[in-house]
């Protein structure tokens, strides 16, 4: 039986990278983590330690700054296929290249009832993300959020479900439904109004989460896949995954108080995990 090399890549893991543009006296921030992979025929490298075909990490590392200023950082996804491309067609040995950026967001903080011109706040949650593949086989985009901290009061029910022996949970038809919510959607081209579809794409998600009345997480992840998919046509597929933040009704009774819904023991671990794909046909 033989051996061989697999499939493999190499490149320079999340690259902290900060661009303000200062073109006027009101400043604007990019603040991202970028991580380069590159594939292509790196054979030498790995069975006799030839890195002549190699170009090195901290190469990798320069060119996301230098792009950042050379090329712009504004919307991520062109960032990210200005470096793949840069990378499968400038660098001989390298036939494919996958580049994820993680947005990180901030706000203007307010001043006298505007955003001050150069001062934010951070927004320490929720992570706009982008993953861009560049290689012979063409172009693709997958944009998403992680991290999206939902909490709905009311509007969710959970109950008919399976049971056997060991089943000791409860129904119930008035719940806190609560996630953090992980979303990746692939597009069909690259000629894409990036910021303006990943909004409104937030917008549908947030949308759908509070107004449907969710008979399970599942129902809610694709109602909300659903909606995306239905108002935007230049999205192929949306990946969903949804831990389920629990939230248990603590017993008042010891204390002689009743306690409708009202007061709950917010648990982090072990949760349900609920994850789903929507997609054409």
């Known amino acids: 039986m033989g051996i061989r090399l697999g499939a493999n890549d190499y490149g320079k893991a999340e690259n902290r990278v900060v661009r303000i543009y200062r073109d006027s006296p009101r400043h604007e921030i990019r603040d991202v ?3 380069t992979a590159l594939r292509g025929d790196f054979t030498d490298a790995h069975l ?19 792009y950042a200023k050379e090329k712009g950082l504004r919307e991520i996804e062109d960032y990210a296929l200005t470096l793949a491309r840069h990378f499968v067609a400038d660098v001989e040995p390298v036939s494919g290249a996958r580049i994820a950026v993680d947005e990180h967001t901030w706000e203007r903080v307010p001043v006298d009832g505007r955003g001050h011109d150069h001062t934010w706040v951070r927004r ?38 399976l049971t056997d022996p060991y089943t000791t949970l409860q129904e119930t038809h008035d719940r806190i439904m609560s996630t953090s919510l992980v979303a990746e959607w692939a597009y069909a081209g690259t000629e894409i109004d990036w ?8 917008r549908i998600l947030l949308e ?32 969903l995954s949804a831990p389920n933040k629990h939230h248990f ?8 108080l009743e306690n409708p819904n009202e007061v709950f023991y917010a648990a982090d671990r072990p949760y349900g995990l609920i994850q789903a794909t929507v997609t054409r046909d």
Request: net charge negative; aromatic share 6%.
């Open 33 to 35: 983590t970028v991580t």
């Open 48 to 66: 006799r330690g030839d890195q002549s075909r190699v170009l090195p990490t901290d190469t990798q590392k320069n060119t996301c700054y230098a």
């Open 208 to 239: 759908r989460f509070a107004t449907v009345h969710s008979l399970a997480l599942q129902q809610t992840l694709w109602e909300m896949g659903k909606g995306v998919l239905e108002a935007h046509p230049e999205i192929t597929e949306i990946s």
């Open 124 to 161: 320490e949650s929720e992570i706009r993300t982008t993953v861009v593949e560049v290689s012979g086989d063409g172009e693709r985009v997958v944009s998403g959020l992680r991290d999206l901290v939902l909490l709905k009061s009311t509007g969710s029910e959970f109950a008919g479900f």
């Open 249 to 256: 009704v603590v017993d008042l009774a010891p204390f002689g």
């Open 195 to 202: 910021d303006k579809s990943w909004a409104d794409v937030r």
